[in-house]
């Protein structure tokens, strides 16, 4: 089993960065993708960037350039840079991990371990 837990979430006023964690234990030889998804009141939850083990990053369209997302040389520690905030980046931010080598940015069913969740603001 793997664990992952998520930290760094806060409040800040459009235009402010803030930047996530996300660290992950265990059996974590058998994780070779991350990602993390983040879900708004009332919408569906949505990916926001992927990272596989050879570090290659892929970002939806609406966080591209903004956010950056890596990961330490353990490969245990995730993060995500988050600049430029802007209000409807307001959610809650999910660490998600899965073993293989497919690691897609915008599809959730193949990731099986999964954190808690990390409430983001942005406010106007």
């Known amino acids: 089993q793997v664990q992952v837990v998520e930290s760094g979430g806060g409040s800040v006023q459009t235009g402010g960065s803030l930047r996530l964690s996300c660290a992950a234990s265990?059996?974590?030889?058998?994780?070779?993708?991350m990602a993390w998804f983040r879900q708004s009141p009332g919408q569906s939850r949505e990916g926001v960037a992927s990272i596989d083990n050879k570090g290659t990053a892929t970002y939806a369209d609406s966080v591209r350039g903004r956010f950056v997302i890596s990961q330490d040389n353990t490969k245990e520690n995730l993060y995500l840079q988050m600049n430029g905030l802007k209000p409807e980046d307001t959610a809650v931010y999910y660490c998600a991990a899965k073993a293989g080598i497919y690691c897609p940015t915008h599809t959730e069913s193949p990731y099986i371990y999964w954190g808690q969740g990390a409430q983001v603001t942005v406010s106007s």
């Open positions: 265990g059996e974590t030889y058998r994780v070779l993708c």
